[in-house]
C-alpha cells in the first residue's frame, strides 16, 4: 500500500462512523452469513469466482434439482399416477447425489414413503 494511505484511510472511516454514516446499512445488528465455510481455504477465492460468474459445483446443482423435484412431489396428490415418476426422478438425483459424495448412507435422504414401500417389498 501506499505509504501514509491506511493513516487517511484509517482517519475517513472513524469520521464516517462519528458522522453516523455506518449506522443503517443493510444487514446491521445481523449475523454474517458464511457460505463458503465448506470449501477449504485454499479453494475460496475459486469457489467465489465461479460462484460470480454463474457456475455451481455438481454438488450444488444437485442440491438444486433436488429441491425443486421435492416440491414438485409435494404438490402432486399422493393418489395421483404422476407422483410414481417424480419419486423415481427424486430418487435418481438423490442417489447421484450420494455418489458424487461417495457417500453410502443414502437412506435418510429417501422419502418415509419410498423408504416404506422398499421394506414392505423386502420383507
Do not use: W
Not at 412431489?73 to 447421484?96: C, G
Request: include cysteine.
Amino acid at each position: 500500500m501506499i505509504p501514509g494511505f491506511e493513516a487517511i484511510v484509517e482517519q475517513r472511516i472513524k469520521k464516517a462512523q462519528k458522522e453516523g454514516e455506518f449506522d443503517n446499512l443493510e444487514g446491521a445488528n445481523k449475523p454474517l452469513k458464511f457460505e463458503d465455510q465448506h470449501v477449504p481455504e485454499e479453494l475460496r477465492l475459486a469457489h467465489k469466482i465461479l460462484k460470480n460468474s454463474g457456475f455451481l459445483p455438481p454438488e450444488l446443482d444437485l442440491k438444486k434439482k433436488i429441491s425443486r423435484v421435492e416440491q414438485l412431489l409435494d404438490a402432486v396428490h399422493v393418489d395421483s399416477p404422476e407422483r410414481l415418476p417424480i419419486q423415481k426422478k427424486l430418487n435418481y438425483l438423490i442417489t447421484k447425489l450420494n455418489t458424487i459424495r461417495g457417500d453410502r448412507q443414502c437412506s435418510a435422504l429417501l422419502s418415509d414413503e419410498y423408504r416404506n414401500t422398499i421394506i414392505k417389498k423386502i420383507s
